[in-house]
């Protein structure tokens, strides 16, 4: 009996049974600490809210409940707050906007530590500045497809490794993701018009590909140890000094704009380990010849090594490309197929029947066609 109850007391003590769930619907924005009790404050480890709150509630979050790891906010609407609450900054918090320094105490230079997991509210529009700054154990975060912008700094220094955005996201302000030195996969919104300076610097990404709305290109993956591969789309016309400061490791960059984009001083002049730049066909002349990319990279500036209609066969399965179109012949009838960008998002699914398919993309973009014996990658371009 004595050799139960130790056993009992270990598994406790191992696995705490500290896994403390609560479920609360707040009525009254501000209220979340009066519907707690003492005890709640400092054992509740998974939290779920729902109701309206406000940014006093997300300070309690922060300041009282000192165990919170898990918290589900998904059907909680965040009101506008006038008065003192997260930040010592600002006295003003919007509505559907999760408050600036949420889980950052700026005063101190502390942050919530013990927070590994967060679901946003499905009416969230913005991410303030600072929200989840220095939370070093937050490791994947979704961020929905309501919000709209990413604050200053909003991310800085998190354990994030994996972020994935839905498509309403246009801007992601400086310092967002900086130093976030465990972040290696993002898969962006396909609407991002502007990504800050050092907006994801000193991170482990491998291959990025910049949205295809972005213009220009400034210093938001500088001193990124890990970048092996860079896609520019067509959309790219400027690259700002020091766009790639210290990414000691690119060997590959695949700019896909017919016109070379104007690029300031410096913006290459360390990449001593890039092998190739890959440009469209009928550009190289122009690229050899333009500043900054001739001077500094001319003797590595091919043709992208696929052709206009690329022709990749699998077991029976021919995929290649005519003017604005992808076209896939041979796949069975109800097998699916999927295309996506080159930095992972999903463009289109479609149940196959039979027959060829046509599916119509956008010119000068890379594209990966996925069928059930594999996937195949095609350049459209002019």
């Known amino acids: 009996m004595r050799a139960t109850f130790l056993l009992f007391l270990l598994s406790v003590s191992i696995f705490g049974y500290s896994q403390v769930s609560k479920i609360i619907n707040v009525v009254t924005p501000g209220s ?60 003003s918090y919007p509505a559907n906007e999760m408050p600036r320094s949420s889980f950052y105490r700026s005063g101190s230079a502390t942050a919530v530590t013990t927070l590994a997991s967060v679901i946003l509210p499905n009416s969230l529009t913005s991410i303030g500045a600072n929200a989840f700054y220095l939370c070093t154990y937050l490791k994947s975060i979704y961020i929905g497809n309501s919000i709209t912008d990413i604050g200053y700094e909003a991310f800085e220094g998190s354990g994030l490794t994996t972020v994935t955005m839905g498509n309403s996201v246009t801007t992601i302000q400086n310092d ?126 091919k043709a992208i090594p696929i052709t206009k209609v690329t022709e990749q066969n699998t077991e029976g399965i021919k995929i290649y490309s005519v003017n604005s179109n992808i076209i896939i012949e041979g796949t069975p009838k109800g097998e699916i197929v999927s295309v996506f960008s080159l930095n992972g998002q999903s463009l289109k699914t479609v149940e196959s029947s039979g027959d060829k398919m046509v599916i119509p993309v956008l010119r000068n973009n890379i594209y990966l066609v996925k069928t059930a014996t594999g996937t195949s990658k095609v350049f459209i371009q002019e």
């Open 32 to 91: 979340l600490s009066t519907l707690l009790t003492e005890d709640e404050k400092s054992t509740v480890t998974d939290l779920t809210v729902s109701g309206t709150i406000d940014a006093r509630d997300i300070k309690c979050m922060r300041d009282q409940l000192a165990s919170i790891t898990n918290l589900d906010l998904s059907n909680a609407n965040i009101a506008a707050f006038e008065g003192t609450a997260t930040s010592s900054l600002t006295t």
């Open 176 to 301: 967002a993701f900086h130093y976030c030195s465990l972040l290696k996969n993002i898969t962006f919104s396909e609407n991002i018009t502007f990504i800050g300076a050092g907006a994801f610097s000193n991170c482990i990404i491998a291959k990025l590909t910049y949205p295809k709305l972005v213009t220009t290109v400034i210093d938001s993956f500088c001193e990124c140890d890990y970048l092996t591969e860079v896609t520019l789309p067509a959309t790219i016309t400027n690259i700002s000094s020091a766009a790639f400061y210290s990414c000691n490791a690119l060997k590959t960059i695949y700019s896909l704009n017919p016109t070379p984009p104007i690029c300031q001083s410096y913006c290459f002049s360390s990449l001593s380990s890039v092998t190739a730049v890959y440009v469209p066909v009928s550009s190289v002349s122009a690229y050899k010849s333009a500043p900054v990319w001739g001077d500094n990279l001319y003797k590595v500036i």
